[in-house]
């Protein structure tokens, strides 16, 4: 079983190798023209596993002996039943390989214009048979009989009296006009009764607006996130501060939510965001969390939770998934709760395989 590449060392094999200038060129003949070459995916495994230099065109080379090339040349992914098997075959979830190669296709600017297949058309020989040749003069209909043919019984609408038209016109402008009446009427009608209604309205919403604040200082209020819906709060033994539905490092640039209902239920899922502003560059990283595993010793539980970046709405170069447990330092120096991250996989180079960041958090 392989696994998706290193995320910014595809793209960059990519840009590298593809020669978009060529009229011709486009996505699907660029996919096509990487040569396949037997027991390639091992083989680039092991080169990067031992640190040696990266080739590019063994890259590609990797990606044409796997299904993932399939998968980039699916012009609409969602539609595509390679989705789901190409996942399990890869080693990551189909979320994960979706927002994986969509992204890609976002930062490499693909167009639809580029998935077109240039093929030998094959129309202009079949447009040529008789089957596709105008037909004849001699399939054109007959036209149509004289009018002296007509059975005797047939009246022409030239022949009729004028003055029969005459009459019609006579009652078709009272006809308008009294459907105009009855329009305005029932017009008039609809207003007075909203006219009637209104100050009832007025009147009834009047005491609302005395109870709160005067009419002159009252602004609508902001609307704010939706917040976890209860509010309850879980101790672990040997951390000394709750675990609320919303935690948060001191700075408030990074929050978990919903973390105390999912203990609670021992079910569900909870979410975080990170946003951190570095020399006027914003980073930001949101993603989803959910309980790995539960250890019962003695009526305690020791929750391992998993966690998944969102690569939509993280930052390209952050996204990953991990781990990560809560703990209470041993420095009583350092109050709150600590939170070991632990990265498993990476879909970028700013947070590599293993990497361990710590947090004390608090709840708010």
Excluded at 219 to 239: C, D, H, L, M
Excluded at 321 to 350: A, C, E, H, N
């Amino acid at each position: 079983m392989s696994s998706l590449p290193d995320y910014e060392t595809l793209k960059s094999a990519i840009t590298t190798c593809w020669d978009r200038s060529k009229s011709n060129n486009n996505w699907i003949t660029f996919l096509d023209s990487i040569a396949k070459a037997d027991n390639t995916s091992g083989a680039w495994e092991e080169e990067n596993a031992e640190g040696t230099q990266d080739n590019n065109q063994e890259l590609l080379t990797f990606i044409a002996n796997t299904d993932l090339v399939e998968i980039l040349s699916e012009a609409d992914l969602h539609a595509s039943d390679l989705l789901s098997t190409t996942a399990d075959r890869l080693g990551v979830k189909s979320w994960q390989l979706s927002e994986y190669v969509e992204l890609l296709k976002e930062e490499l600017s693909l167009t639809s214009d580029q998935y077109i297949r240039y093929e030998k058309a094959e129309a202009s020989t079949d447009s040529q048979s008789p089957e596709h040749q105008a037909p004849s003069s001699s399939s054109t209909p007959a036209p149509a009989a004289p009018a002296e043919s007509l059975p005797p019984t047939t009246i022409d609408p030239a022949q009729l009296p004028q003055n029969n038209a005459e009459p019609k016109s006579q009652y078709l402008v009272p006809l308008l006009l009294a459907g105009i009446g009855i329009l305005l009427l029932i017009l008039i009608v609809v207003l007075s009764q909203k006219n009637e209604k209104a100050p009832q309205t007025r009147q009834a919403s009047k005491p609302e607006i005395q109870e709160g604040k005067p009419s002159s200082s009252w602004t609508p209020e902001k609307p704010k996130r939706e917040e976890p819906a209860t509010q309850n709060s879980v101790y672990f033994q040997g951390i000394d501060l709750p675990i609320t539905n919303k935690i948060c490092n001191k700075k408030g640039s990074f929050c978990i939510y919903n973390l105390a209902k999912i203990v609670a239920d021992e079910k569900g899922s909870a979410y975080y965001e990170f946003r951190e502003l570095n020399k006027g560059k914003l980073t930001q990283i949101n993603g989803n969390i959910s309980i790995g595993k539960i250890e019962r010793t003695n009526n305690m539980r020791n929750f391992t939770f998993e966690w998944e970046d969102d690569l939509r709405t993280t930052t390209p170069g952050f996204a990953a998934t991990g781990y990560f447990r809560l703990d209470q330092d041993t420095d009583k120096s350092k109050p709150g709760i600590l939170t070991r991250f632990v990265t498993t996989r990476s879909f970028g180079s700013k947070t590599p395989v293993g990497q361990e960041n710590t947090s004390y958090l608090f709840p708010r």
